[in-house]
């Protein structure tokens, strides 16, 4: 297998490089450069500390780990996001801390609205908590928080034509028409 260098500059101090967590690992876990809480609906741009020199034909894609996924509300939410080989700033990874918000009602003459209620009422975890439990996430500098895959891109010559041959005649329904077993 050829080998493909991916030239990674440092912009904060004590970051730790991605890496490959076992010989046969597709994604190199990146790492948060600070600490930071999400609070339960709000979606936060995680620093990683690191500018990437991506080589041309390449892209690096960001995806979630799958640990976090099952055992936490935290969800990358442009999955698989796509960084192109011309971005030369800080990669950030967008998360969002799916847990429901808590709300109360309160009587404003006579409408009702709702009310956030204060952080005291949210428990506070951190991403080794296990059970997707809802509440405020706490993400630290140093923790794993996605992985990202350098993958090949081909470059497509678009031609506009006025027919695009059929390859299946009986499938009419569009999405979700192939049924679900």
Do not use: C, H, W
Not at 75 to 90: G, M
């Amino acid at each position: 297998m050829k080998e493909v260098v991916l030239k990674v500059k440092q912009i904060k101090d004590n970051i730790i490089l991605p890496e490959y967590q076992s010989f046969g690992s597709s994604g190199m876990d990146i790492r948060a450069s600070e600490d930071i809480l999400i609070m339960p609906g709000e979606t936060k741009l995680i620093s990683t500390g690191l500018i990437f020199e991506i080589p041309e034909g390449y892209e690096l894609q960001v995806r979630p780990r799958s640990g976090l996924s099952l055992n936490t509300p935290l969800r990358v939410t442009n999955s698989p996001a796509t960084i192109d080989s011309d971005y030369r700033l800080e990669l950030g990874i967008i998360i969002n801390n799916s847990s429901e918000k808590i709300y109360n009602v309160v009587e404003v003459g006579n409408k009702y609205i709702l009310k956030e209620q204060e952080k005291s009422l949210y428990n506070v975890y951190d991403i080794n908590t296990k059970g997707n439990m809802n509440g405020i996430y706490s993400i630290k500098k140093g923790d794993r928080v996605a992985q990202i895959v350098l993958a090949k891109v081909e470059k497509a010559n678009i031609i506009k034509v006025d027919e695009i041959k059929k390859v299946n005649t009986t499938r009419s329904g569009g999405f979700g028409s192939t049924g679900t077993k």
